[in-house]
C-alpha cells in the first residue's frame, strides 16, 4: 500500500552546519536558518554549562494586524532554569526565520555546539542586534 503524508520532496539539496559559540558572561546571540514552510531541520546543541534559551521564528508574512511589529512565534523556551543542550527535529510551521537565542546569565564563558542538517537558504547571526550572513559549514 502507498502511504500518504510520509514524504515531502524539497526543491535542493539538504544542507549541513556545525559551529562553536562562545557567549562571555551576560552575552546574548541568536542563530537562525531561512527555511520554507515545511522544511525540515534536525538539530543538537549542547553547552558547557546551563543557559537560557528560546527557539523562535520569525514569518515573512505575520499575521493580520501584527503587520510592521517585531512579532516572533516561540515553540521553545525555558529563561528561567535553562537547559545545556537540546535535541530534536524542526518542521517550519511558515517561510521565514527560524532559530534560537540563548543567553549567558553566568559569571563564565559557555561554549555552544550547534550542528544542523535540513532545508534553507542561509544562516543569519544577530549579536547586539547587528546581523550576519553566516555559511553553512559543508564537510566534503
Given at each position: 500500500p502507498t502511504i500518504k503524508d510520509t514524504f515531502l520532496a524539497q526543491?535542493?539539496?539538504?544542507?549541513?552546519?556545525?559551529?562553536?559559540?562562545?557567549?562571555?558572561?551576560?552575552?546574548?546571540?541568536?542563530?537562525?536558518?531561512n527555511m520554507k514552510k515545511g522544511a525540515g531541520l534536525v538539530y543538537s546543541w549542547t553547552a558547557s554549562a546551563t543557559l537560557s534559551y528560546e527557539f523562535?521564528?520569525?514569518?515573512?508574512?505575520?499575521?493580520?494586524?501584527?503587520?510592521?511589529?517585531d512579532y516572533f512565534e516561540s515553540y521553545e523556551k525555558d529563561d528561567q532554569v535553562g537547559k545545556d543542550q537540546s535535541h530534536g527535529?524542526?518542521?517550519?510551521?511558515?517561510?521565514?526565520?527560524h532559530g534560537w537565542f540563548w543567553e549567558n546569565q553566568?559569571?563564565?564563558?559557555?561554549?555552544?555546539?550547534?550542528v544542523t542538517a535540513g532545508y534553507y537558504d542561509y544562516i543569519l547571526r544577530n549579536q547586539d542586534d547587528v546581523k550576519t550572513p553566516l555559511q553553512p559549514s559543508d564537510p566534503k
Open positions: 526543491p535542493g539539496r539538504f544542507q549541513f552546519d556545525a559551529r562553536e559559540i562562545t557567549l562571555t558572561p551576560a552575552e546574548g546571540m541568536e542563530i537562525k536558518y523562535h521564528g520569525e514569518p515573512d508574512v505575520k499575521p493580520a494586524g501584527k503587520q510592521g511589529t527535529v524542526f518542521t517550519a510551521p511558515s517561510t521565514g526565520i553566568t559569571g563564565v564563558p559557555i561554549t555552544i555546539k550547534l
